[in-house]
């Protein structure tokens, strides 16, 4: 079993869609939370990252952590063509200050938003 | 101010042929990592370099070897390309923080065919 599991996908939506992208993890010593968006052809970029659990929102993007449950949850508003791109979450533990932090990822999610 | 930069951006190799990945950021980040993305497995982790002089192995570092030529320079080799080395390399770098919170910035990626 993955440590992080990512419903692949694919998402099509039509615009002004509200979008829900979910992830589950197994391991409760992840303290770090993390949404990357990643264009087709391109590197992954960070959206959005949170710490334990609640919600963080940012502009269109709401990122939400259930510790209890071992959910994270990226929520879409008013969903653009310009979001059509994979998402991937990520996540890790608590690391020394200072050092390196590794990323366990997700297998990604697909969206396409429909003009 | 270029980011995270990768060469080549693809290849081509024959089985049993040895190649370099070359990576440089100009963000002085003291973290640098090598992943790699295949379809329905997410991004794993090969090498990081928590900082200049160091590297560790990640979750799949065999076929592969690092080096952090100095601060702004990690390179991943392959020593005898196998088929199953086919995939999208990215490398990323970080910077070192105290709190919560750490962004891995990638670069656009190198393709790799091994026939």
């Known amino acids: 079993q993955k440590e992080v599991e990512q419903d692949p996908g694919p998402l099509s939506v039509p615009e002004g869609a509200i979008v829900s992208l979910n992830c589950t993890y197994s391991n409760s010593a992840f303290q770090y939370f993390m949404w990357y968006r990643q264009y087709s052809r391109k590197g992954p970029e960070l959206l959005m990252y949170?710490?334990?659990?609640g919600n963080k929102e940012d502009g269109r993007f709401t990122a939400q952590v259930d510790k209890s449950s071992k959910y994270i949850s990226l929520f879409i508003r008013d969903s653009q063509p310009s979001d059509s791109a994979t998402y991937l979450c990520?996540?890790?533990?608590?690391?020394?200050?200072?050092?390196?932090?590794?990323?366990?990822f997700g297998s990604g999610t697909q969206l396409t938003v429909l003009p | 101010n270029a980011g995270v930069t990768q060469t080549p951006k693809f290849q081509v190799l024959k089985t049993g042929q040895s190649m370099t990945l070359q990576c440089a950021q100009d963000m002085n980040h003291n973290s640098m990592y090598w992943y790699r993305q295949d379809p329905g497995m997410g991004l794993r982790l090969i090498y990081y370099?928590?900082?200049?002089?160091?590297?560790d192995k990640g979750e799949v570092p065999n076929g592969y070897n690092v080096s952090r030529l100095n601060k702004r320079e990690f390179s991943l080799r392959l020593e005898s390309a196998a088929p199953s080395q086919t995939s999208v390399y990215f490398c990323?770098?970080?910077?070192?923080?105290?709190?919560?919170?750490?962004?891995?910035?990638f670069g656009p990626g190198t393709r790799l065919l091994v026939l």
């Open positions: 949170t710490y334990s659990s």
């Open positions: 990323a770098s970080s910077e070192r923080r105290r709190v919560a919170g750490e962004t891995q910035y």
């Open positions: 370099s928590a900082s200049e002089g160091t590297t």
């Open positions: 990520a996540t890790s533990v608590a690391g020394s200050s200072g050092s390196a932090r590794q990323l366990t």
